[in-house]
């Protein structure tokens, strides 16, 4: 299977007031629909739609996005299989690891940007230096 397509449909962020006291940032993605359909130039292909929600508890802020993962099924997967699955709300673990790393990939870079931007704390932590590797750090440029 092959990604061949990803847009959003939903962005939004919302600071619904000053961080104060104990904070706790939940993240929660979602598969809503998964649709079968036919492109003219790729021919059969898989859409999933998603939902990524990052929540600052207790109702400090939330940072949403809805949008779409096209996927190419190889020639030999059995899509009728994948939609009976579907129908269970159940998704083989390649399909759903595929899906939810590219998801969260595309949307943790976005979710970074707009919490700098909303200056909330980063939902994931980021790389920092030690003392003790900054003294042996080296620029390569």
Not at 30 to 41: A, F
Request: with cysteine; glycine share 4%; net charge positive.
């Amino acid at each position: 299977m092959r990604i061949i397509g990803f847009n959003f449909k939903k962005i939004s962020a919302e600071r619904k007031s000053d961080l104060k006291g104990k904070l706790q940032i939940k993240t929660h993605m979602d598969i809503e629909k998964l649709e079968k359909e036919e492109l003219d130039i790729a021919g059969e292909i898989l859409r999933f739609s998603f939902v990524y929600a990052i929540n600052y508890d207790p109702d400090h802020a939330v940072i949403a996005f809805e949008g779409n993962v096209l996927i190419k099924p190889d020639k030999d997967y059995d899509v009728k299989k994948l939609l009976k699955e579907w129908k269970k709300k159940k998704l083989p673990e390649e399909v759903r690891l595929l899906v939810f790393n590219f998801v969260m990939t595309k949307c943790n870079l976005r979710a970074l940007q707009l919490e700098d931007e909303f200056s909330l704390p980063s939902h994931i932590p980021l790389p920092r230096i030690s003392k003790e590797q900054a003294g042996n750090a080296s620029y390569t440029g």
